[in-house]
């Protein structure tokens, strides 16, 4: 059974860092891409961030492009997501999902059940 | 970006009632269109994927359509365990978008 649990979030500061950790197990983590997926409180979905088996090929919404480091150890089965620089507006509940398709990088399967950072001072 | 417009936001049926949720793009998506479910306190689960395949393990009284910018989820027979929030994502292109959502409720 695939099970992804995040972990890392909480209250922050404006401009201050957060790293989020998203642990893996039920499937070989190394032969799928992973992502970060945001909800703010009442918006909708938000993609984050991509990152491909390897972790040679990284992608990031334009919001967070330069704040953000997506990165995974797939000797640990774990996808990290460095949040620098944070703001208000980042405020949300993270996912981390799987991949749909084997080596490759599409869209979304499994999912997390998620971790909320806030920013606020 | 591409925009997904999703309809109806709220959506109350009978059991067994058929229920049809739509989502409308900016732009042509080729049929990389994506259906989840949402059940509260629960991680989104993916129903549909590429506009009519339907996930392993997913009931067969869903099923999706579409084509162009325009793509339909139908719940054939509606279950008391459908209640939920339903969601499309496109991945067309980047960044992959979603609707907006529509929460279905048992009336």
Redesign the interface.
């Known amino acids: 059974e695939v099970q ?1 649990v995040e972990s890392g979030g909480g209250l922050v500061q404006p401009g201050r860092s957060l790293k989020l950790s998203c642990a893996a197990s039920g499937f070989t983590f190394s032969n799928y891409g992973m992502h970060w997926i945001r909800q703010a409180p009442t918006k ?4 984050v961030a991509s990152i491909s088996p390897s972790g040679g090929s990284t ?1 990031y ?2 919001s967070v492009k330069g704040r953000f480091t997506i990165s995974r150890d797939n000797a640990k089965s774990t996808l990290y997501l460095q949040m620098d620089s944070l703001r208000s507006e980042d405020t949300a509940t993270y ?1 981390c999902a799987t991949d ?1 398709v084997y080596y490759g990088l ?9 971790v909320m950072v806030t920013v606020s001072s | 970006d591409i925009q997904m417009t999703q309809s109806p936001s709220f959506l109350s049926a009978s059991v067994g009632d058929r229920v049809t949720i739509n989502c409308k793009a900016s732009q042509n998506i080729n049929k990389y269109l994506n259906w989840y479910q949402q059940k509260l306190g629960e991680a989104p689960k993916l129903l549909i994927y590429n506009t009519n395949n339907l996930q392993t393990g997913i009931p067969s009284r869903f099923s999706g359509s579409g084509s162009g910018t325009d793509y339909t989820l139908t719940i054939s027979s509606l279950q008391p365990e459908d209640v939920a929030t339903y969601f499309c994502l496109q991945h067309s292109s980047r960044p992959l978008t979603f609707g907006s959502g529509t929460k279905l409720e048992i009336k």
């Not at chain 1, 909708?44 to 993609?47: A, D, K, T, V």
């Not at chain 1, 599409?106 to 998620?114: K, V």
């Open positions: 992804l909708g979905l938000e993609w992608y919404r334009d996912y749909r599409s869209s979304f399967d499994y999912w997390g059940q998620g």
